[in-house]
């Protein structure tokens, strides 16, 4: 089965850092895809990145970035120069395309509070 | 374009009590999933849908059943509602077939917050 685990239960960083959420997962397939999601105080799912496990590349979008380390299986998300609106939860997400149906499996997150 | 939409936003029931949570997207997205969230956890999947008229069981299945009757909503019931129950349910969609896996993410509702008491 397969397993994502983020190890940071919470996290503070001052305005403007960058900051680091860790991500490991383990999986025997090939083929996988690696999502983050964030989740403010108000509660929605909001996707920010994807990184496949062929991609050559490390996924950007915008301020984020997926560091991809496939030996080493792990998917850290880096945020650059952090907001007071980038305080939410964290949650790395692993697809599984088991039977077709293209499901997720979510680590606990990781509470991010980003300081004045 | 609602994307996807959940009713109730919020609902509290006692101990014992059957309720059904609503999902509809207008995405004409083949498959479908529902979700709980408890208190300082990730998301686990309770049951998903890849076509109207079929379902299957997730990783936290027992206490639920769902439905798929037409391709645009997927209820989740409740049958006699315990306080295990507890949580915020979310509900996403996802494109589907006809497209590779690649990018595509699925796309959440907003929540119901349940309370069995």
């Known amino acids: 089965a397969q397993k994502i685990t983020q190890t940071q239960p919470g996290m503070f960083v001052q305005e403007k850092e960058a900051v680091t959420l860790d991500c490991t997962y383990d999986?025997?397939?090939?083929?996988?895809?690696l999502f983050w999601y964030k989740q403010p105080s108000s509660g929605e799912m909001i996707f920010l990145i994807y990184?496949?496990?062929?991609?050559?590349q490390n996924a950007t979008e915008g301020r984020y970035s997926l560091n991809f380390q496939k030996a080493r299986k792990s998917a850290n998300l880096v945020i650059s120069a952090s907001q007071l609106g980038d305080s939410a939860m964290y949650f790395c997400?692993?697809?599984?395309?088991?039977?077709?149906?293209?499901?997720?499996?979510f680590g606990q997150g990781t509470r991010l509070t980003i300081n004045p | 374009n609602a994307g996807v939409t959940q009713t109730p936003k919020f609902r509290v029931l006692k101990t014992g009590q059957s309720m059904t949570l609503l999902c509809a997207q207008d995405?004409?997205?083949?498959?479908m999933y529902w979700y709980r969230q408890d208190p300082g956890m990730g998301l686990r999947l309770i049951h998903y849908?890849?076509?109207?008229?079929?379902?299957a069981k997730g990783e936290v299945p027992d206490g639920y059943n769902v439905s798929r009757l037409k391709k645009q909503n997927f209820l989740l019931g409740l049958e006699s509602a315990a306080p295990s129950q507890t949580s915020v349910y979310f509900c996403?969609?996802?494109?589907?077939?006809?497209?590779?896996?690649?990018?595509?993410?699925?796309?959440f509702g907003p929540g119901t917050r349940l309370t069995v008491l």
């Open positions: 995405m004409n997205h083949e498959y």
């Open positions: 849908s890849v076509g109207e008229g079929t379902t």
């Open positions: 990184q496949g496990s062929y991609d050559e």
């Open positions: 996403a969609s996802l494109r589907g077939l006809g497209q590779r896996a690649g990018t595509d993410t699925q796309y």
């Open positions: 997400a692993m697809r599984e395309t088991g039977e077709g149906a293209q499901k997720l499996v």
């Open positions: 999986t025997s397939d090939q083929s996988y895809g």
